[in-house]
């Protein structure tokens, strides 16, 4: 899975009304990959607003010896598992990571998915602070499900990342008052009649192509 979003921190800032810290920078890309520094809006202590963070967890993997890099997890067991429970359980670690669409795709053929009524949707994620040689971060996964009953995703993959679309499910996302079940709840698959998919051009497969529009 790989994502664009081109517009501003400023513009996110203002359509999610969140607040911006100054200095906030983050390139528009039309093919953001994992392990790059991505927008997120997260909650802070006076309230959710935008920060820059690294796209994909080291987890701990009792069959390995070293940390897995993870940048997705699945919704529906996240609630359970020892990496993501704590922090699907707090909205203190609960996050939105803007977008315009998304990419999947299949037999070399990537595809973009949008969702037409909506000029910036956002993915349902987590977070988590870490310190790595003395530097602190923030990094986070994209939850996904499972998108079955909705033909335009499952036909290309068999996992679909969680969207926020509206607003009252953002808000909720990102509410403290909303437990673990609620919350997993939100994380469900778009409806068919709200999803769309186009063709993408090769290149979103590569790297090197983030100014480009590849639909």
């Not at 598992?81 to 922090?87: A, H, I, N, Q, T």
């Not at 009252?168 to 673990?180: I, L, N, T």
């Not at 009649?193 to 590849?214: C, F, I, N, T």
Request: aromatic letters at 6%.
């Amino acid at each position: 899975m790989r994502y664009s979003l081109t517009k501003s921190p400023q513009e996110i800032g203002k359509y999610f009304d969140v607040p911006v810290p100054q200095g906030l920078q983050r390139p528009p890309s039309g093919n953001i990959r994992r392990t790059e520094n991505v927008l997120g809006i997260v909650r802070g202590e006076e309230g959710p607003q935008l920060q820059l963070l690294h796209w994909g967890m080291f987890i701990s993997v009792a069959s390995q010896a070293k940390p897995k890099l993870v940048i997705n997890a699945k919704a529906e067991t996240a609630p359970e598992k020892r990496s993501f429970r704590e922090l699907i359980s707090s909205a203190a670690h609960r996050v939105i990571v803007p977008a315009e669409l998304w990419y999947e795709s299949v037999d070399k053929q990537p595809y973009a998915f949008d969702v037409p009524d909506r000029e910036v949707i956002g993915f349902a994620g987590l977070a988590r602070q870490v310190t790595i040689d003395g530097e602190t971060r923030s990094e986070c996964v994209i939850l996904t499900c499972n998108p079955a009953g909705n033909l335009i995703a499952s036909e290309i993959h068999d996992r679909t990342p969680a969207v926020l679309a509206d607003r009252s499910e953002q808000q909720q996302w990102m509410d403290p008052g909303v437990g673990v079940e609620h919350a997993a709840s939100l994380c469900r698959v778009l409806p068919e009649s709200r999803l769309r998919r186009k063709r993408a051009k090769p290149e979103v497969l590569g790297s090197g192509q983030e100014q480009l529009r590849l639909i």
